[in-house]
């Protein structure tokens, strides 16, 4: 099936110790979301890509980047976590032509 | 600025029980509005969305919403709930930008426990 597939489910870094999540597709979807959800809030939205074309939110922390290589996959790096980055990172897709957003399984990321 | 309000942050209630969440958006665009739910310790499931035509949209699960554009709500109902149903409940807006850009802007959240 056609999916969003985030790896891994469970990644724990130590603080400070640059870490990468991956988000892949197989929609051919040329928007990629990454969201940062916290234990009891509302998923926030960091970044997107447009196809190669890259939006940052305004309060997005330097310390996120995102890389895009190809259509099919998606990066989140963080280049020096802290406790407060702890959080479940959520990938989502959209076609250009079609509302709806498709939702990876999220990574939730433990920094100790 | 694009928002979404969910008016109760917690909902407890008794099996069988009727069950009614709020939410109210702020945009002015064409609105495409959504609820998720999300069960402990799981990823956003899509219960249902609303893009146009019958304003009462029936999802999974036996959940429905209803547009109400005089209103901006889009509140979702349950005409009785199961322990199952426990879960925090997420409504949240398309919103669409110059040069062609969407985001999902989602809700605070409500949190729903339902007691046997």
């Known amino acids: 099936d056609a999916m969003v597939i985030q790896n891994p489910r469970y990644q724990v870094t130590q603080f400070g110790k640059p870490v990468t999540l991956s988000c892949s597709q197989t929609l051919n979807h040329n928007v990629m979301y990454w969201y940062q959800q916290k234990s009891s809030q509302a998923p926030k939205l960091l970044f997107h890509?447009?196809?190669?074309?890259?939006?940052n939110e305004a309060d997005t922390p330097d310390n996120f980047q995102s890389r895009r290589p190809n259509t099919s996959f998606c990066f989140l790096d963080i280049r020096s976590p802290g406790l407060g980055d702890a959080a479940m990172y959520l990938c989502?897709?959209?076609?250009?032509?079609?509302?709806?957003?498709?939702f990876g399984s999220g990574t939730r990321l433990t920094v100790v | 600025a694009q928002s979404v309000s969910q008016h109760n942050h917690h909902v407890i209630l008794s099996e069988a029980a009727s069950l009614e969440l709020g939410c109210n958006y702020s945009y002015g665009g064409t609105v495409n509005l959504f609820w998720y739910v999300q069960y402990p310790g799981q990823h956003l499931q899509l219960l249902l969305k609303y893009f146009s035509g019958d304003p009462l949209v029936k999802g999974i699960k036996g959940f429905e919403a209803e547009f109400i554009k005089s209103k901006f709500s889009f509140n979702l109902r349950k005409p009785s709930v199961q322990w199952s149903d426990t879960a925090e409940y997420f409504c949240a807006v398309n919103a669409r930008f110059s040069g062609g850009y969407n985001k999902l802007i989602f809700g605070a959240g409500t949190r729903l426990a339902v007691h046997p």
């Open positions: 989502a897709t959209r076609s250009r032509t079609a509302n709806g957003y498709t």
């Open positions: 890509y447009y196809d190669k074309d890259f939006n």
